[in-house]
């Protein structure tokens, strides 16, 4: 069935340095949306690409939709404490040939960062 | 603006009991969707409500019902409860559109024993 997978599960890092987690369709996706759910949250959606090899940036953040609609990526600058969560990709669920609005995500990538 | 709100917070059951949620969406929104996190996973999209209709549904038992009222407020039912149902649920709401994007509630954390 369609799958969305992210690498890598965990990552940590310092305070300052860069953390870069990446997304994997096995569909080519309509849109992508990340979240990030903090310790104890719930996802909190940050944003949505829709054209392909579109790039957005969030202050601090920056996301990339991969030439063939299949992947993605988010970047983080500089971590700060505040970044700590976990980060989930998700794409529309593909239902008779069709783009439907139920999302599927991936497993996410856990982020904690130590100052 | 009260954002999307779920009761109960906790819920503590024993196998093969039954379980009621509940979900109010967020303020202007009309389609309400359930899913279930285990601890470590992604959230697992169980169904969509549109219009008091089920639109979508994933890959889950019959024994997961669920029901939209016409104030959008909607009900996720879990019969004969496993151990597996163990998670937490999330309602998250939406405006009706392919891209419209989630917003979620805080969930309700079900431990089945």
């Known amino acids: 069935g369609q799958q969305v997978m992210q690498i890598p599960q965990y990552q940590h890092v310092q305070e300052g340095e860069d953390f870069t987690t990446y997304c994997n369709s096995s569909t080519t996706l309509s849109n992508i949306q990340w979240y990030k759910q903090r310790p104890g949250g719930h996802p909190v959606f940050l944003i949505q690409l829709v054209k392909s090899g579109e790039v957005k940036k969030q202050k601090r953040l920056t996301f990339q939709f991969g030439e063939a609609k299949k992947n993605s990526s988010l970047h983080i600058t500089a971590t700060q404490t505040t970044d700590v969560g976990t980060y989930f990709c998700?794409?529309?669920?593909?239902?008779?040939?069709?783009?439907?609005?139920?999302?599927?995500f991936g497993k996410g990538t856990t982020l904690s960062v130590s100052s | 603006d009260a954002g999307v709100t779920q009761s109960p917070t906790h819920l503590i059951k024993t196998r093969g009991q039954q379980v009621t949620l509940r979900c109010s969406p967020k303020s202007g929104h009309d389609t309400v969707s359930w899913y279930q996190q285990a601890l470590g996973q992604g959230p697992q999209f169980i169904f969509q409500?549109?219009?008091?209709?089920?639109?979508q549904r994933g890959n889950f038992p019959d024994r997961f019902s669920g029901h939209q009222f016409p104030n959008y407020s909607s009900e996720l039912n879990v019969n004969a409860l496993l151990l597996g149902d163990s998670a937490l649920y999330l309602c998250?709401?939406?405006?009706?559109?392919?891209?419209?994007?989630?917003?979620f509630g805080n969930g309700t954390r079900l431990t089945v024993t």
């Open positions: 998700a794409g529309p669920e593909i239902q008779l040939n069709q783009a439907g609005t139920a999302l599927i």
């Open positions: 998250a709401s939406s405006r009706r559109g392919r891209n419209s994007p989630l917003h």
């Open positions: 409500y549109y219009e008091e209709e089920e639109r």
